[in-house]
């Protein structure tokens, strides 16, 4: 046994075994304290209090260390980011003159292209120019040579421009005649001889006159302004003035006491002949293009010759509907415009009058474009209106006027059928709707007296 093992024991006899003597007031006696020997430990016990604090002294030398570096590193970094910008602002300058130098290389290459077609250009321009005038001092020659025009001209009927192009071309026969002998004699064409080059140009004029139509009526108020006593009937129109694309049509050319009330285009007729004649609930392209017989019961003009017509000028509508129990009732819009088909053939009406009460029309069908079964651009969630409807017409939610679906059975003014919102639904049995230019009948009376 060691000897502070041999104390330790010692003391802790001394300690149990004496006995303490302790003062009058209970405590142990100075005299009788013992000194504990040193704490063989204590070395350890202050060793462990100072590594903590070398602990930290080292942590913070590496942190001061590592913080030293990491600045190192970015001052290097930064000085390589400002030698890279300022390469990419080099690289981009010499991009940007690149560019600039192509650009102006473009640029002046197309305007002598320019310039070169420019020249060109002028020439044909110049030449075509001489060519008229060419042509115009030959057609004065034509006129001098043919004897008797005027005195054919001078009604102004159709058919005499029929006589005057038979004239113009047995004129450009003779002259033709005239230029194969003296060609074949072998002696020059004179200059008051048409060259033949000329002749082939009013020939082919010619041609193209006899195919045609004298005149090309694009709706009613045409006919009915050069023709105001001819009644009410079918006619060839030509809303696109295609002579190629004529289009039947019911005109309604109003009354001997009443010329300025007609020139209307009946663009929708419906009556009520066994439940109706033709089914309305047709395709797009059939609403399109239009269906059935004009004058023969019931028929749709067609959106594309309304949008023909309407949007070269103002129209007016005119809608002439029965109540099947309450008689008969108008409605009269100053406005009727159908825009193309890229715009779904949208209407514009506006300027209502009549009898019915109530602008059901415009309220409800302005703006919107035109729906069939096939093709729904209503504005129904629910479903398809002209499906539902049993006819194409500019659906909303669904409508207030719905003129081309099915005829009613019975006089119940809410079901879905052909019918008109006034202060109640009114069930129709017979309706026309029509068009002409706007203000027409103004126009036709200050014609009239002005002839």
Known sequence: MKLYDCVWVLWAVVVVVAPQKTSAAGKVHLDYTMTLPEDPLQPVWDRLESISQEVLTGLQLQMTQYLRKT????????????????????????????????IADQLTSMETNVREKLSVLSGRITLSSDTLVNISSNVIRINEKVSGIDDVTSSGD???????????????????????????????????????????????????????????????????????????????????????????????MGQNATLDDGGWTVILRRQNTSWGLIDFNRTWSEYRAGFGMP???????????????????????????????????????????????????????????????????????????????????????????????????????CHRTSLTATFPTSSDRAARTIRWLARDWLVLDDVTVKIRPSTYGLRFDSHSYSN
């Not at 930064?78 to 130098?101: H, P, V």
């Not at 194969?180 to 009013?202: F, H």
């Not at 309407?310 to 099947?324: G, I, K």
């Open 71 to 102: 600045q190192d590193n970015l001052e290097s970094l930064s000085l390589k980011i400002s030698a890279l910008e300022d390469k990419l602002d080099s690289s981009i300058s010499n991009f940007r003159s690149q560019i600039m130098e192509e």
């Open 158 to 252: 159709i058919n005499n421009c029929t006589v005057l192009v038979d004239r113009v071309g047995d004129l450009m026969n003779e002259q033709q005649l005239i230029i194969e002998g003296q060609t074949a004699n072998g002696s020059q064409v004179a200059e008051n001889v048409l060259d033949e080059e000329t002749v082939q140009e009013l020939r082919s004029a010619v041609a193209q006159l006899r195919e045609s139509p004298a005149f090309l009526p694009r709706d009613c108020s045409d006919l009915h302004w050069h023709q105001p006593q001819s009644p009410s009937g079918v006619f060839q129109t030509y809303p696109t003035m295609d002579p190629k694309m004529p289009v039947a049509v019911w005109c309604d």
């Open 295 to 397: 004058g023969e019961g019931e028929w749709w003009y067609g959106l594309a010759s309304l949008h023909a017509l309407t949007y070269r000028q103002p129209y007016e509508v005119h809608f002439l509907m029965h109540d099947m129990e309450l008689g008969y009732y108008d409605a009269c819009y100053t406005t009727f415009r159908v825009e193309d088909e890229g715009r779904h053939f949208r209407l514009i009406v506006d300027g209502f009058s009549g009898n019915v009460t109530y602008d059901a029309f415009k309220s409800r069908h302005n703006g919107q474009p035109f729906s069939t079964k096939d093709v729904d651009q209503d504005d129904w969630i629910g479903g398809n209106c002209a499906a539902n409807n049993g006819g194409g017409w500019w659906y909303q939610r």
